[in-house]
Nanobody
């Protein structure tokens, strides 16, 4: 499966953009999906994960209550609704897929990665 993340850009603090991760090659319904983010000089951080059906979601504490992960298996796309953005949310956001059930918060659990989309939040 190939993943293409989009929706990043320059945002003001407090904005509510939505990231998308479009899949191609295979249907995403067989994949657990997640978002990670990375800033220069830091390790990649887990953001949110969602199970194959979308029934189970898990969030990093830093984004819980502000970000919402979702998926539309019919459109072969995953989303990350980001609300109340903060400058510390500035990062390159990556989507990832794992051909298994459940959800996972470690990057090594994922087999496929998108190219990343940069979100820059100004104060």
């Amino acid at each position: 499966v190939q993943l293409q993340a989009s929706g990043g850009g320059l945002e003001q603090a407090g904005a509510s953009p939505r990231l998308s991760c479009a899949a191609s090659g295979r249907t995403i319904s067989s994949y657990a999906l997640a978002w990670f983010r990375q800033t220069p000089g830091r390790d990649q951080d887990f953001v949110a994960a969602i199970s194959r059906s979308g029934d189970t979601k898990f969030y990093a504490e830093a984004v819980k209550g502000r970000f919402t992960i979702s998926r539309d298996n019919n459109k072969n796309t995953m989303y990350l609704q980001m609300n109340s953005l903060k400058p510390e949310d500035t990062a390159v956001y990556y989507c990832a897929a794992a051909l298994r059930s459940g959800y996972y918060i470690e990057g090594y659990e994922y087999d496929y990665w998108g190219q990343g989309t940069l979100v820059t939040v100004s104060s």
